[in-house]
């Protein structure tokens, strides 16, 4: 137990992080053949991804079925949804609109700007991968491009290649027709899920033992590979991305600890498993086991709602794509000199909340390829500063990975009572039907 309290401790995580840093500057060529190891630690926690996920559905659906209160959920968790993302858009929104960050840069930041764009850094495949979504998306429609991309024609196929969201939704379907199954009949099988979700969380529980090798090796690579140089002309964008993340990262935290009952100290303690984790993976699905145990076991939400709650705000609540698509067309706005209008600011809201569902199952460069979709309305050119949200994709992704991370356990803390509370619910409720 000590050894994994050093290794998950901030300054441990830290440490690792900057010292990976330091050798990604200084000895390049170590850091890029160290990055097997990180490579190695991703996808050992990808292995647990989907019989985690599929267990943990199905758990939790027919827990809920059997509580006469479940019903009420329902309505909330699709308000709570929606609103947290547009939520997350108008703050991040306001800051660009109040702080212009994209407005603000000097004539040497900008010819630096022009130079990277004539060359493009990442080749042309990546403007390959950032055209051919936006031909189908206006082909196809958004609804249509969404349903595709949500329900399965084969599950083996999805379980194959590691599609979370059809994995999702066969589990949700799955889970649902099995409430309808004789109770005797599906025991079994529910118990054998049980088995499956507890081992998955004790696999992850032993991989926090390694994090800090595995953030040394990964933080490493990405210096060796993009250097310090994009960061000149981007600089601007990632201060007022982390800030805003940082402000909502904050109201999070806030939640959650009102919503525990438990003091500011240990609600931040609870959090930072799943933070650390998020800032060394940024797999938001590699998180989910961490996110539980903190959840449930050390501030104590209803474990059979939280069960459920993770996995589908994982897949559903695209709070950092949506800020992201949002910060990212208005600073594109404010390069190329064009105002913008308060009509303007609600079509960026609109349409960054239907990429982000869009972005649904998707991460790293195919995510932010989605900007084009909102920038396409305004008539803004993403294409030609698309090489610039490359080179500082990294950083990016980790924000918007710790913001979707922390922001679904303020969710489980809106929605989920806690266990004291629930049990007392149902202990009233079987009262009244006796």
Request: contains cysteine.
């Amino acid at each position: 137990m000590e050894l994994k309290k050093i290794a998950t401790h901030p300054v441990s995580i830290v440490g690792s992080i900057a010292l990976g840093v330091a050798t990604g500057i200084y000895t390049p060529e170590i850091a890029k053949s160290l990055k097997f190891i990180g490579d190695i630690y991703v996808d050992l926690l990808k292995m647990v991804i989907l019989p985690f996920l599929i267990s943990a559905v199905i758990v939790s659906i027919n827990r809920l079925a059997n509580n006469p209160s479940a019903s009420r959920y329902v309505l909330r968790i699709a308000v709570c949804l929606l609103a947290g993302m547009t939520l997350a858009g108008v703050v991040g929104l306001a800051y660009m609109y109040g702080v212009k960050p994209g407005s603000n840069m000097d004539q040497n930041t900008m010819q630096a700007f022009g130079k990277l764009v004539q060359s493009d850094i990442s080749g042309v495949e990546s403007s390959i991968n950032l055209l051919s979504p936006v031909t189908a998306d206006k082909n196809e429609g958004m609804l249509i491009k969404l349903m595709s991309r949500m329900i399965p024609s084969n599950i083996f196929s999805a379980l194959s290649v590691g599609d979370t969201l059809k994995t999702l939704f066969f589990a949700l379907m799955f889970g649902f027709a099995l409430t309808k199954s004789p109770a005797n009949t599906a025991m079994g099988f529910l118990d054998g899920c049980e088995v499956v979700f507890r081992a998955c969380q004790k696999l992850t529980t032993w991989l926090l033992y390694v994090l800090p090798i595995a953030s040394f090796s990964l933080a490493a690579d990405q210096i060796a590979n993009t250097g310090f140089e994009p960061f000149k002309v981007m600089v601007q964008f990632i201060i007022a991305f982390g800030v805003v993340t940082a402000i909502l990262l904050a109201l999070c935290v806030l939640i959650i600890w009102r919503k525990s009952g438990s003091n500011l100290s240990t609600t931040v303690a609870s959090q930072e498993g799943p933070f650390f984790l998020a800032v060394a993976t940024r797999n938001s699905a590699s998180c989910m086991p961490s996110m539980l145990i903190a959840m449930v076991d050390k501030l104590g939400f209803d474990k059979a709602i939280t069960e459920l709650l993770v996995p589908l705000g994982t897949a559903l609540f695209r709070v950092g794509p949506v800020l992201y698509y949002c910060m990212a067309t208005v600073f594109i706005a404010q390069l190329y000199g064009r105002d913008l209008v308060v009509t303007d600011y609600l079509l960026i809201l609109f349409a960054s909340l239907i990429a982000g569902f869009s972005s649904t199952g998707m991460n790293g460069i195919v995510t932010i390829s989605q900007t084009t979709i909102v920038c396409s309305l305004l008539g803004l050119p993403f294409e030609a500063a698309f090489v610039l949200f490359v080179a500082v994709e990294p950083i990016c992704d980790t924000f918007r990975t710790v913001l979707l991370v922390l922001s679904i356990n303020a969710l489980v803390a809106l929605i989920t009572p806690l266990s004291g509370g629930e049990q007392a619910e149902d202990q009233y409720i079987t009262k009244a039907t006796t």
